[in-house]
């Protein structure tokens, strides 16, 4: 909810916000989509698989959540202000959440009984081996490229995220 509060009060004062436009998308899609796909995700492989949820459960997944946010703010302070390593640092903390959460669905897929929509986790996993291939894109925007390669990788980190991360 912070995210989408923070992209609105982004959107009202657009006009005196450096990067506005790309704080806005990156607020909401990096920042509220993705811990919304990492909550619910665990949730739904858990739902899925019939698995019982382990006490220890709740408190890697919170761990799991303040990396992103901490990455998640390193990038959305990084890149508006021109800071490379800060962006690398933020980017990194996102992968390193999301590759986290990976290994949590496959330890969870791993250690279930078969199930018929267990396919579903497996997207989840293919879903997040996109972030470390789009975060690394991202990294490449934020240095700086000329015009030709900026294109492409913009076009490269928008469709390894929305149509890898979020799509699968």
Request: hydrophobic content about 55%.
């Amino acid at each position: 909810l912070i995210w989408l509060v923070l992209a609105f009060l982004v959107a009202l004062a657009h006009p005196f916000v450096p990067e506005s436009g790309w704080l806005m998308v990156h607020l909401v899609l990096l920042g509220a989509v993705t811990h919304s796909v990492m909550v619910w995700s665990a949730h739904f492989a858990r739902a899925v698989l019939r698995t019982a949820p382990d006490p220890d459960d709740r408190r890697r997944q919170s761990r799991r959540l303040l990396t992103l946010l901490a990455g998640t703010t390193l990038v959305l302070a990084g890149v508006p202000t021109g800071l490379w390593p800060v962006v690398v640092a933020g980017a990194s903390l996102v992968a390193v959440a999301v590759g986290r959460h990976a290994v949590h669905l496959w330890r969870t897929l791993r250690s279930s009984l078969p199930s018929r929509f267990s396919i579903t986790v497996r997207y989840y996993l293919a879903a997040a081996a996109c972030v470390p291939v789009g975060a690394t894109f991202g990294v490449l925007l934020a240095l700086g490229p000329g015009d030709e390669w900026h294109g492409r990788l913009v076009v490269a980190h928008s469709l390894v995220l929305v149509l890898g991360w979020l799509g699968l």
